[in-house]
């Protein structure tokens, strides 16, 4: 079956590009979703049109994401947490954690989805944590846990302090 797509496909293509797809895949996922036309002569004809405002959307979420992107990368968020003796975390900080802070930093929903973070956080410390908002923008966020009852204090550049030697003193 020959489907021109509508809109961008995952590991299928972009909007505007006619594929051919088994006849399943067309008919119960492509076509209900939306996601594509059956290619006929009349549907072919608005291809370039089809293609020309995907380029233009695409275009528009890139100038979105790497705007999100420049707010949020090098963000220190800070965790209280309640610990154990050995500096181990009763729970853990998860993506949706980090995700809530983020939607707070933002002012919109963030999708706890796109926090690249292999398991969760369940160690004291800082933590630097990838954000994937898409294949090619990926900022990066400080995390920071301290125990329960520890004031944060914050992290503020470090000047060049000269070390003062006892002959200096006297």
Do not use: C, W
């Not at 036309?37 to 009349?42: G, K, L, P």
């Not at 993506?95 to 002012?107: D, F, R, S, V, Y």
């Not at 963030?110 to 900022?139: M, N």
């Amino acid at each position: 079956m020959k489907v021109l797509l509508t809109q961008d496909v995952f590991n299928l293509g972009h909007a505007g590009e006619v594929k051919t797809v088994a006849d399943g895949y067309g008919r119960n996922f492509l076509l209900p979703r939306a996601l594509g036309v059956v290619a006929t002569a009349a549907t072919l004809k608005r291809a370039d049109a089809v293609r020309a405002a995907a380029v233009k959307r695409r275009a528009q979420e890139q100038s979105d994401l790497d705007a999100i992107a420049q707010v949020i990368n090098g963000q220190t968020l800070h965790f209280t947490v309640r610990t154990g003796e050995k500096g181990k975390l009763y729970g853990s900080i998860t993506t949706a954690a980090i995700a809530e802070k983020l939607t707070a930093i933002l002012g919109t929903e963030f999708d706890k989805r796109k926090v690249a973070l292999r398991e969760p956080i369940r160690d004291i410390g800082a933590h630097v944590v990838t954000v994937r908002l898409s294949a090619d923008v990926a900022p990066t966020v400080n995390v920071v846990v301290t125990p329960e009852g520890v004031a944060v204090v914050m992290a503020a550049p470090v000047a060049a302090v000269p070390e003062v030697t006892p002959a200096q003193t006297a």
